[in-house]
């Protein structure tokens, strides 16, 4: 039976498809095996990239969207997380840099690029972040200059389920949704409803 992707990463997967995006899922990356810095231990399970988009129409970073998804109910606490990635804190039985090794290891970063090259045939991407909620500065996650480092100066996003949705949502064309997601949206609006949001 095929793995169907989360909820976050069909939403993610449908606002690309939205926008004109090519999208694939869950491609697995990890570093070279030849890299001075491999350790057979720590870099012998694959991570992913969650959703990869591409637009043939775009230029330059824009061609190719990244998304890492991070379905963390009690949403994303940006100060939090990035003082926790600082402080090299251990979360929830790991440490805070193995949910972003991609950002924060140069081998894992390195792996990331080329994979996404491979895929693309470019090395300029924007590098998104999908959360269920955002909690706090979000352009402290988009600026924060380790990121930018790491990813020479590729932009980073940092983008919520609920503008995703709000965006789907005020699409008015008739034509069905190229998702299971989309579709449900679609049905939403022709029954007059609206997705509930709060602002708690």
Not at 38 to 49: F, G
Not at 87 to 113: C, H, S, Y
Not at 122 to 147: C, H, L, M, N
Request: proline content about 4%.
């Amino acid at each position: 039976m095929a793995t169907k992707e989360d909820i976050l990463e069909q939403v993610v997967g449908e606002f690309l498809l939205s926008r004109g995006y090519f999208v694939r899922h869950n491609i697995k990356f990890r570093p070279r095996t030849d890299h001075p810095d491999h350790d057979t231990q720590k870099d012998s399970n694959h991570s992913d990239i969650d959703v990869l988009g591409y637009n043939p129409n775009k230029t330059g970073s824009d061609r190719v969207v990244a998304v890492s998804c991070k379905s963390w109910q009690s949403g994303f606490r940006v100060a939090t997380k990035i003082s926790e990635l600082e402080n090299d804190k251990t979360v929830g039985g790991r440490k805070a840099w193995q949910a972003f090794r991609e950002l924060m290891v140069p081998k894992w970063t390195e792996a990331f690029i080329d994979t996404i090259e491979a895929a693309t045939g470019t090395r300029q991407f924007i590098y998104a972040t999908a959360v269920t909620r955002i909690r706090g500065d979000k352009e402290s996650w988009e600026t924060y200059p380790r990121f930018q480092a790491a990813l020479a100066g590729n932009p980073v996003w940092l983008l919520s389920f609920e503008s995703m949705v709000t965006e789907l949502n005020a699409d008015p064309s008739r034509t069905l949704a190229g998702t299971e997601i989309g579709r449900l949206l679609q049905l939403f609006r022709a029954a007059g409803m609206k997705p509930i949001t709060t602002n708690q």
